[in-house]
């Protein structure tokens, strides 16, 4: 006989309290009638995301974060699906090599990367700003985007493209018309996750912009002043509303037509 | 006037690292034929096919199609097409548009496009499946679209990799069927690959059996069945005895042979291929040896065995003999069922010399 463990449903329980009572709380306090971070709670008060939207400053870190995670996403999305077709599609010479070395950002501690990137780019004689900081989300993001793809490459046969050269097409026509369409969930995805882990990256953006802030860092400069406290409360309840949003839309653009090959391949 | 060299294929080499694929072939079919490549998986066949399609350019060789060279080509260019195993339907594309897909460059009207598509779905007996995406269509359905998507290019040669292998028994017969009368009908060469020995007999005008990258035998497949050129080819297509046999005296004309635990006898040399090595076998079919409890008079070579196994298939049953000394068991079959031999009873079995093959 079977006896419900009631242990482990404690443990979970924990577990998720653990792990979201901190995230709830920026939202909850976001709403709350006052300076200071602390219970009980005064009144409920609109006043800080009406005071986070008229901020100029913010609103040029968000135009800025967009601009870095938009570029960052279609350079790396595009890296990684020449890389991923090259992995799964032909005998490439060092593939585990360079394969390593592609996903190598994912292990490297990103104050390393950070440190060695300005060191070069001012030895450049290069201006620090939105650039730099872009082409480090590019090394950054990369190694996700690939993982994406190279898995939604494996998954369709290799003789659809064979077929497609077969009845005429050549390579150009054939990625057109066939591998693009196909694989264009995970490019989607590929791009959307790539978007929020360049949105929401701090370390890199901190040593490489200089007066060009991104959100992550405008709201690091705002927690030094008490006052301004709330209306980061506000700002972060929103990002995190936003990006797990896109996440999830990202998880299922990945998935679908995958999960069940035989229903609703097409997209 | 048929073109007998339609497809030429010279000195064809195909070396993946060390493993050779296919091993210095030289091959040529005719225009309109329906040739098979029949051999074991890991022989060679589909590589062949493939370096036909151009999916593998060969490591040494030439390849010509209709008199013009395509060995670099690649297989946009090539006049021919393809039925891929497992059919490769584009899955973001209904029946219409896969059909279409190879029409592009024809630069034909929309009238002209249905046209085509409806002509070659008509030939594969599919029509009325133009909206369907790939993943509402059958097995067999979607063998037709491939055949009808690779049809509608009005190809020189036809390609087909083991169209029928994930198809059921019943449906694979009729496809047989289906596909030699549409061959027939359009004219068209096709070369079809298969592992299933069947499949190729019933099908083709010519079979060649392949093995370690080597074509062993080009044949009709009566040819094939009645004078295999060696112990493989003998053991590969349909069901054969192999008794090991002794050269006991050879001269230009005759050749005195011992046949292992039954007998010799004397054989006039030019009823055999002259390509002998000296471990030689003789080779029966299993319907080639009579069996009765009584002796055979009309045989010329009587064995005394003892029935051991009866398989009844229908049509014809299978006997397999123990007979002294020889280790495995002698299939003989029968069209007629004997109900008078039993499993156990001792019988006779008769051998006329004129069914009497050598390979080794």
């Known amino acids: ?267 | 006037m048929i073109n007998n060299d339609f497809i030429k294929l010279r000195n064809i080499s195909k070396r993946f690292n060390d493993v050779i694929a296919v091993d210095s072939l030289d091959l040529d079919i005719s225009e309109g034929e329906f040739f098979s490549l029949l051999g074991p998986s890991g022989c060679g066949k589909t590589t062949l096919l493939r370096i036909l399609a151009g999916f593998e350019y060969p490591t040494t060789g030439s390849v010509f199609i209709d008199n013009s060279e395509v060995t670099n080509q690649t297989p946009n260019l090539r006049p021919s097409n393809m039925v891929f195993q497992n059919y490769a339907i584009f899955p973001h594309i209904n029946v219409q548009r896969n059909i279409e897909f190879g029409l592009r460059k024809e630069n034909l009207s929309k009238e002209e496009l249905n046209l085509r598509v409806k002509e070659s779905l008509k030939m594969v007996q599919l029509e009325g499946y133009e909206e369907r995406f790939s993943n509402q269509l059958s097995g067999g359905q979607r063998q037709r679209v491939a055949l009808a998507r690779a049809l509608v290019k009005r190809p020189k040669v036809l390609l087909l990799d083991e169209p029928l292998g994930a198809l059921d028994k019943k449906l694979r017969e009729e496809m047989q069927i289906e596909l030699r009368n549409l061959q027939k009908d359009l004219g068209i060469t096709f070369i079809f690959v298969t592992h299933d020995q069947e499949e190729a007999m019933t099908m083709s005008d010519r079979v060649a059996v392949m093995n370690e990258g080597k074509i062993l035998q080009i044949s009709p497949p009566k040819e094939l069945y009645n004078k295999p050129v060696n112990k493989f080819v003998s053991e590969f297509i349909g069901n054969i005895n192999l008794l090991e046999t002794l050269i006991i005296d050879e001269n230009d004309k005759n050749l005195s042979l011992e046949i292992l635990n039954i007998g010799k006898q004397n054989f006039q040399k030019n009823n055999f291929n002259s390509k002998l090595s000296e471990n030689i076998f003789v080779a029966l079919r299993p319907e080639e040896i009579s069996i009765k409890k009584e002796k055979i008079e009309t045989a010329d070579i009587n064995i005394k065995g003892v029935v051991k196994n009866i398989s009844f298939y229908g049509e014809s049953t299978y006997f397999y003999v123990k007979v002294e000394g020889i280790k495995k068991l002698l299939m003989v079959s029968n069209f007629i069922d004997q109900v008078s031999i039993n499993e156990n009873d001792e019988c006779n079995l008769g051998i006329n010399l004129e069914d009497i093959k050598l390979v080794s």
Request: proline fraction near 4%; glycine fraction near 4%.
């Open chain 1, 1 to 267: 006989m079977y006896r419900k463990n009631n242990s482990l449903l404690v443990y979970c329980i924990f577990y998720f309290l653990f792990l979201y009572i901190p995230v709830f709380l920026l939202p909850i306090f976001s709403f709350n009638d006052s300076f200071h971070m602390v219970f009980p709670l005064k009144g409920f008060t609109f006043d800080w995301y009406i005071e986070m939207w008229n901020k100029a400053r913010l609103h040029q870190a968000l135009w800025n974060s967009i601009k870095v995670g938009v570029i960052a996403s279609i350079i790396s999305t595009f890296i990684a699906l020449f890389a991923a077709k090259a992995f799964t599609r032909y005998r490439v010479k060092y593939s585990g090599l360079s394969y390593g070395a592609i996903l190598l950002p994912f292990i490297i501690p990103e104050i390393i990367i950070a440190v060695a990137f300005i060191v070069i780019w001012t030895s450049m004689g290069l201006r620090l700003g939105l650039i730099p900081i872009t082409i480090s989300h590019v090394l950054y993001c990369t190694p996700f985007c690939l993982l994406i793809l190279i898995s939604r490459m494996d998954g369709f046969d290799k003789s659809l493209e064979e077929a497609s050269m077969d009845l005429g097409e050549n390579i150009f026509g054939t990625f057109w018309r066939v591998t693009f369409p196909l694989l264009l969930p995970g490019i989607i995805a590929s791009l959307l996750l790539s978007f929020v882990i360049s949105f929401d990256e701090f370390i890199l953006a901190f040593f490489l912009s200089s007066s060009d802030q991104t959100l992550p860092i405008y709201m690091w400069s705002q927690l030094r002043f008490p006052k301004k406290l709330p209306h980061v409360l506000a700002l972060g309840a929103i990002i995190i509303v936003a990006t797990s949003f896109i996440v999830m839309l990202s998880y299922w653009f990945r998935n679908l037509g995958q999960s069940n090959s035989n229903k609703g391949s097409h997209i």
